[in-house]
Structures are given as C-alpha cells and as structure tokens.
C-alpha cells in the first residue's frame, strides 16, 4: 500500500498523485492501491477515492485494468491533426487544407501596418470587429451578444470550457470527436461525455442522455462535423433546440470551424432565450492553420469571463494578425477565391465518394475537408492492408470516445492527382475486401 498519497476530498487525492507522479515517486505502471484499501488508509468514503481515480484517468494521469487495479499511466502520444512525421507512405489523413487554395496574404500586408498597439488598449481591432459582428449576428438567435479574438478554435474551446467547469466537471462532445476536442478535455480533467452522431449530426437521445448525467458545457459542430463530415439539419437543430430549452444555463459550444467553406446551411442548437452560448468560428480551414485566429459570439457573461483571461498587452491575439484576416476576409477577391475552395473541396470529395462507391464499397461525401469511409471490418486491419500498398490513413479510432473497434476510415483526398484518387480509391477497396476474406475464413 502506498502511504504517501494523502487527502480527505476526490481533488486533494488526485493532487497528491499528481505531486509523487511529477516528482518521479510514481512512475509509469507502478499499481495504486485499491479503492477500498486507500479509502481504508485515509479514513474516506470509497466514493471520494472512485472520484479521485476518475479524475486521473480522464486526465490520461492513470489506467483502470479491471481486475488489474489502477497502474499510473505511460506518457501517451495523442494523435494530432498534420502530416505524419518521418513516413515513406503516401499521407492521406492530414486533414489539411489544399495549400493551392489558401490565399497569399502578401497584397494585403501593407494594409495592416500602422501605428503600434500599446497596453490598455481594446483587445479587438476597430475593423475586424466591425465585419466579425455583421458576419455573426446574421446566424445568432439571441441578440444580446459580445464578441472575441482568440488564437484559433482549440484557444477558444479551451478557454471556454476553463471558465465554466472544474475538474472533473462532465462536457458532452460528439462521438467521434475531432481531436483536439478529446485532448482539451483530457488536459483540463473533464469528465468526456460522448453524444453519438449519426448523418443529420449530434443525435437528440445522446445529448438527452448527456444532461440526465449533469454535463455542465455541450461542444456541437453545427456543419462538416469532424470527423464524419454530418451537419445538422433543420429538423435536427429545432429538436435539439428543444431538448435545450430546459437547460438554459449549460453552456452551448457551437463550433462551425468550416464557415465560408461549407456547402451546407448553418443551423443553430441555440435558441433565443438560452443563457450560455458561444458561437466560434475560426479561420484555418480557408485563410490557413497559421493564420491562429478565431473570433467567439457569446452571452455578455460568458464574454466577461474570457476577458478576464485576454488582458491587453499579455494575452491578446496580435492586432497585425487581427488586421491581416480583416484584410483578407474583406476582399472581394480573396472571398471568391473562398467560394472557388469550397466548390473544388466538395468536388473532389464527391468525385472520390463516387469511385469508391464504383468498386463496391458506398460512400456518401459529406462536408468539410475529409469523407468518413465505412469499411467492412475493423478499420486497423484496412489500414495496415493500405500500408502495403504504399498509403497512410488515418482510422477512425482516433477519434472514438467510445471504446469500441472502429470501422471508419478518415480519408484527406482533394490534393490527389485523378489517377492517384482513382488508384487509392482502387486500394481501398482492395484492402477491405481482403480484410473481409481474412474474417470470413476465421470463421
């Protein structure tokens, strides 16, 4: 039994285990006592020390083996969006933009400098707040709303949920779940609560079954939803409204990372009278990743709590970068060359959906940078087949908050020449049909 852990509450517990596991007294895959022999030693009901456990886990600290006990856990590398680092194979699950398709900012540089931006000043330049207002008044039902400037869609998040929960607070997040989404839950410790997606996007017994277990904060996309490329139908989006309207005080996350891109409506979970809200949209998708900005439309108090956490001077996001995107997102031009983006993206995705589904193996391309390929088995086995045959993807495993095997490929194909999609998408349904013969022989 390890008597150095300490504590009378769940959090002094998973602090104490924090403090040896930093100070290298816990290392990776040493055993923590049992819960009912730590409770024993520090005289707490065994629900504290569920709870501590919990807490751990969700923050990636410590393992649950069943039977095995709680081990503390090994650094885990946490799969990332990008290029992955060091491979010979052909990457096609970057989840990347087309760089061809992001404007040079290069015309409009000049427009942005000017006279310095100094301490005290407003965190959000005059121009930029000025078109982000118009840009999101026009999908908000409530009018009362106060706007801000992060460093991109995760900041965002980040920030918002940090300022509405605790440790081990619950958020329900979509399942899949894009990653980042999984890895801010995982740093923050919040109790991850998957809501499942179908192809109208986050299902409305899910999120029901997320507010009956207490979620304090709901993380939607609205539109080409991350990994499966599902948007929210009006039907849909007026149900979940209507599931809502009994929680007004959870605060509603809606995440339209794709915007100026998407083919499809944008349809809001936030009704007129819902009190905590927050509306991001990014620029990544369409202005590129290193443009690290993201403006949020929410309630007054919502709003003032992030000021508190974007002081000017320390952690404002740069007023060049804030007058580069209004540049950019300001010209009519660039807002063409957008529109041109877009229709390619959803052109090449429909174009490699309707091979696959010419080899046997249907798809329906949804929206956003990527298709979600269902594969007839286990999505692993699929992808080491593809390795063989020269192509890194990407399983939908990654992205899973359930735990269960993946049968999904997420796939990054519209910088593909046409003969290398029409012989990835030959590929991929060699590798499932193999994979399938492989199942049927064993049993």
């Not at 069943?66 to 096609?92: H, N």
């Not at 915007?259 to 819902?274: D, M, N, T």
């Not at 910088?415 to 994979?435: I, N, P």
Request: aromatic residues 4%; hydrophobic residues 45%.
């Amino acid at each position: 039994m390890d008597t150095r852990i300490d504590g009378t509450t769940a959090t002094e517990i998973a602090d104490s285990v924090r403090d040896l596991r930093e100070r290298g007294e816990l290392r990776a895959g040493q055993p923590l006592p049992s819960v009912r022999a730590l409770a024993q030693q520090l005289g707490v009901n065994r629900n504290t020390v569920v709870s501590a456990y919990r807490q751990l886990t969700h923050a990636g600290l410590v393992e649950t083996l069943g039977r095995g006990g709680t081990r503390i856990a090994a650094p885990a590398a946490v799969a990332q969006e990008g290029f992955a680092a060091g491979s010979v194979l052909r990457d096609v699950g970057t989840g990347n933009p087309d760089a061809s398709l992001i404007p040079d900012p290069t015309p409009a540089l000049e427009a942005v400098v000017g006279r310095p931006v100094l301490y005290g000043e407003p965190v959000i330049d005059a121009g930029l707040e000025g078109w982000a207002r118009r840009w999101m008044a026009a999908d908000l039902a409530p009018d009362d709303f106060r706007l801000t400037v992060t460093s991109g869609a995760v900041d965002a998040v980040e920030r918002l949920l940090a300022q509405a929960l605790t440790r081990d607070d619950a958020v329900a997040l979509e399942d899949p779940c894009w990653l980042a989404g999984i890895q801010t839950a995982r740093l923050g410790g919040y109790r991850a609560v998957p809501v499942p997606v179908d192809d109208e996007g986050m299902t409305v017994a899910g999120l029901e079954a997320a507010l009956a277990e207490g979620v304090r904060a709901v993380v939607c996309t609205p539109r080409a939803q991350n990994p499966t490329g599902a948007s929210l139908t009006a039907e849909r989006a007026a149900a979940l409204r209507e599931v809502l309207a009994a929680h007004p005080y959870v605060l509603v996350i809606e995440d339209d990372h794709f915007s100026l891109l998407s083919a499809r409506p944008f349809h809001s979970i936030v009704g007129p009278q819902h009190r905590r809200f927050a509306l991001v949209r990014s620029v990544s998708k369409f202005l590129g990743p290193d443009m690290c900005l993201a403006v949020t439309a929410s309630d007054p108090d919502t709003a003032a709590r992030l000021a508190l956490r974007l002081s000017p001077g320390t952690t404002w996001v740069s007023h060049l970068l804030q007058r580069l995107a209004h540049a950019l997102l300001a010209d009519d031009d660039v807002r063409a060359g957008i529109t041109r983006a877009a229709a390619r993206y959803a052109q090449r995705n429909a174009d490699f959906a309707a091979q696959l589904t010419a080899e046997g193996l249907p798809v329906t391309a949804g929206d956003g940078l990527n298709l979600w390929v269902p594969v007839p088995g286990p999505a692993r086995a699929v992808a080491e087949q593809l390795m063989r045959r020269g192509w890194l993807a990407r399983t939908g495993d990654e992205f899973l908050l359930a735990d269960a095997p993946s049968h999904h490929l997420r796939l990054t194909v519209h910088d593909l020449t046409e003969s290398d999609a029409r012989l990835l998408a030959t590929d991929v349904a060699a590798a499932a049909a193999s994979v399938q013969r492989d199942a049927a022989g064993m049993r």
